[in-house]
């Protein structure tokens, strides 16, 4: 009997899953979905890690003590995971992203839905994880899901909303119906990119607000930095074709309050430990997870560069954590650097 189909196989209803990755978000989706009667496979690339998941039936590694709902199937078998699934979350970091989705090209179903879950950008080229779906997958429906979502306090059944956006109304419909629970909302948007795009960026500034906590900054300092890490996404975003109101919703704001407050995000806690004097390297290594933001922050300072958009913030931290710059400094030159407006596309109500 293979892993695939041992101990536990998935009810007949409701739509088959694969989810891609079984880190904690990707196990915490994949519960989601198996919770709503889904059948769901969690795929992982690591053999062992996907039997003793199977076995104790919770991913212990990742997100150890919160059990997998009965329609839930953890495998390291792709085909199985793949073949005949109606949807496919993609929930591996940016990094090996397009490597996971070459793998299933001569897997997946032709009308399968697919979805990205993750919140980086590769940086070749500067293309979001939706473009390389779309790329490496052409004429399957692509989505996005963004949201205020830390995986731990998924799988401990808190309620929190999402956003789904896609140009495709079905998968829309679909997604929502999959993983709306009383938990769990999903809210609805067509701009693809001003979502994707929220997600990937926010990473940037929880890095920033954990070293501003570091440093010991007060409440007024952090609400002028998470309003203008807001300014600077939305900025960036409108240049790069996205909505800037996207920017206000549950994708932007919210998970930018979520990630700059909390340290449960790993780029708050990041940006923490830099502001402590810690190195890099040692920060990321000791993580043990995925802290996307590192790799956006050099990807985004080299597009904004590029395009000449401004983006204070950005360019402050590259110059503290690649180039060296003392925070002190880089902190100083923010607050004497050029005053604009404070709310940007309102127009000729600013004149
Ligand atoms: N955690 C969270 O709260 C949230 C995370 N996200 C986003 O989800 C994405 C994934 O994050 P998260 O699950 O937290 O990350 P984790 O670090 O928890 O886990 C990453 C997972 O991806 C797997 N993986 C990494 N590279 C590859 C590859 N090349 N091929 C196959 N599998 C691979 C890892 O496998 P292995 O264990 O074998 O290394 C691991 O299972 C990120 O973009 C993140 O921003 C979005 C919302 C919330
Ligand atoms: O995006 C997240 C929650 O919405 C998780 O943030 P971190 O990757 O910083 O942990």
């Not at 500067?126 to 963004?146: A, D, K, R, W, Y």
């Amino acid at each position: 009997m293979t892993e695939a189909n041992s101990s536990m196989s998935p009810k007949q209803s409701g739509k088959r899953i694969a989810v891609l990755g079984g880190g904690s978000f990707g196990t915490a989706i994949a519960n989601i979905c198996a919770l709503n009667n889904n059948p769901t496979y969690l795929w992982m690339r690591d053999a062992a890690r996907a039997a003793l998941c199977q076995q104790v039936r919770e991913n212990s590694h990742y997100v150890p003590g919160y059990k997998f709902a009965p329609s839930l199937i953890a495998t390291s078998d792709l085909r199985a995971a793949v073949v005949d699934a109606d949807i496919v979350f993609v929930s591996v970091p940016s990094s090996g992203f397009r490597e996971v989705v070459r793998l299933i090209q001569p897997l997946v179903r032709a009308d399968a839905l697919l979805v990205s879950t993750t919140k980086g950008i590769e940086g070749n080229g500067f293309t979001l994880m939706s473009e390389i779906l779309e790329q490496e997958l052409p004429q399957h429906p692509v989505g996005v899901l963004s949201g205020p979502n830390f995986a731990k306090e998924i799988v401990e059944q808190q309620q929190t909303g999402t956003v789904i956006a896609s140009d495709d109304a079905n998968l829309i419909k679909t997604i929502q119906a999959v993983l709306s629970s009383g938990n769990f909302r999903v809210y609805a948007n067509k701009d693809k990119r001003g979502v994707e795009l929220a997600g990937a960026l926010k990473n940037i500034y929880a890095i920033i607000s954990g070293m501003a906590t570091a440093l010991g900054a007060g409440s007024n300092t952090h609400a002028m930095l998470i309003t203008r890490s807001l300014a600077e996404m939305s900025r960036m975003g409108s240049k790069l074709g996205a909505n800037p109101m996207t920017f206000l919703g549950l994708a932007g704001v919210g998970d930018l309050i979520l990630t700059c407050t909390s340290d449960l995000s790993r780029n708050y806690r990041v940006g923490f430990a830099l502001g402590h004097g810690r190195a890099l390297d040692d920060i990321v290594t000791e993580l043990g997870q995925v802290a996307e933001g590192v790799n956006t922050l050099q990807v985004v300072a080299q597009k904004a560069k590029q395009m000449d958009v401004y983006m204070p913030l950005v360019k402050g931290l590259y110059a503290v954590i690649f180039n060296g710059l003392p925070i002190s400094e880089v902190a100083h030159k923010l607050m004497v650097g050029e005053q604009n407006y404070d709310v940007e596309f309102m127009g000729e109500s600013h004149d």
